[in-house]
């Protein structure tokens, strides 16, 4: 009887630590199993998030090249119709300068009677060449502030 319960003891002790084993081995196998998988699911995120970046850093790059593009063909512009704004009024007041220049020296004032010709007025004074060339640098710097404020409007407009 000893024998039986010892083997029955024997027994109930192999069960027990054949459970125990198992419960062991099936733990650290799904931990090792569950780290794996969630560590297999780290990296796809982590590769799906490097690549956004990649994508918006791409973007950003290609909008501020664009940007600087359109910048430069606004600046260019802007040059351009500087340049052509203070040579239209540098012209204008050497034109009038000749034109004052000439009227006063073929002596064409007209009376405000109509009744003929005024006498000629004398030569045209320094100061009104200095008044012309202040004249078209008025111009010259309202013409270029005008450009200044539609390049700026251009600017502007697409970044709202």
């Known amino acids: 009887m000893e024998t039986k319960l010892l083997f029955v003891l024997a027994f109930i002790a192999a069960l027990l630590i054949g ?3 198992l419960d062991e081995h099936a733990y650290h196998s799904g931990l090792t199993a569950g780290k794996a998988e969630v560590q297999t ?3 796809q995120d982590k590769a799906a998030i490097e690549k956004l970046d990649e994508a918006a850093i791409a973007k950003a790059n290609k909008d501020r090249d664009d940007a600087l593009a359109t910048n430069e063909g606004i600046q260019n512009d ?3 119709q500087l340049a052509t704004a203070r040579a239209l009024n540098t012209d204008l007041a050497q034109r ?3 034109y004052e220049i000439s ?3 073929r002596g064409n004032s007209v009376s405000e009677a109509r009744g003929g010709p005024d006498t000629p007025t ?3 004074n320094a100061s009104l060449g200095r008044l012309d060339d202040a004249t078209a640098a008025a111009l010259s710097e309202c ?3 005008r450009t200044n404020q539609i390049a700026l409007i ?3 407009v697409p970044q709202l």
């Open 122 to 124: 004398a030569a045209v």
């Open 78 to 80: 802007l040059q351009t």
């Open 143 to 145: 013409a270029a502030n």
């Open 154 to 156: 251009g600017e502007i």
């Open 19 to 21: 459970g125990w084993w």
């Open 96 to 98: 009038l300068r000749a």
């Open 103 to 105: 009227s006063t020296a």
């Open 41 to 43: 699911a780290w990296d």
